[in-house]
């Protein structure tokens, strides 16, 4: 499983635009075969913080996400309503052993 969490500092000014156009993209994002969440948190210490919590199938999922149109769309749209550049960091969750 591929965990990725995607840190977005929004303009305080513009966060509804940024909310109506990343809305778009949860939806067809979650509607993915590959995906198993896909959840935007805000931050309630810091004001216009948002984090993407992400959690694919595997690689092939994340690649095939990378590349549709409600992905591209939103990246290309999305640095207007940025105060910092995103912070991506991913993952490659491995079970836990219980026992």
Same mark, same amino acid.
């Given at each position: 499983?591929? $965990? $990725? #969490?995607?840190?977005?500092?929004?303009?305080?000014?513009?966060?509804?635009?940024?909310? @109506?156009?990343?809305?778009? %993209? $949860?939806?067809?994002?979650? !509607?993915?075969?590959?995906? $198993?969440? =896909?959840? %935007? +948190? /805000?931050?309630?210490?810091?004001?216009? !913080? =948002?984090?993407? +919590?992400? %959690?694919?199938?595997? %690689?092939? !999922? +994340?690649?095939? *996400?990378?590349?549709?149109? *409600?992905?591209?769309?939103?990246? @290309?749209?999305?640095?207007? =309503?940025?105060?910092?550049?995103? #912070?991506?960091?991913? =993952?490659? !969750? /491995?079970? +836990?052993? /219980?026992?």
């Amino acid at each position: 499983m591929i $965990i $990725i #969490h995607a840190g977005f500092q929004v303009q305080t000014d513009k966060e509804d635009d940024f909310l @109506a156009e990343i809305r778009p %993209l $949860i939806e067809a994002s979650r !509607a993915e075969e590959g995906n $198993i969440s =896909y959840d %935007l +948190v /805000k931050d309630t210490e810091k004001t216009g !913080a =948002y984090t993407m +919590v992400e %959690l694919w199938k595997d %690689l092939d !999922a +994340v690649k095939f *996400h990378n590349q549709t149109d *409600h992905f591209t769309s939103f990246t @290309a749209n999305a640095p207007q =309503y940025f105060a910092a550049p995103p #912070h991506v960091e991913v =993952y490659d !969750a /491995k079970p +836990v052993d /219980k026992k």
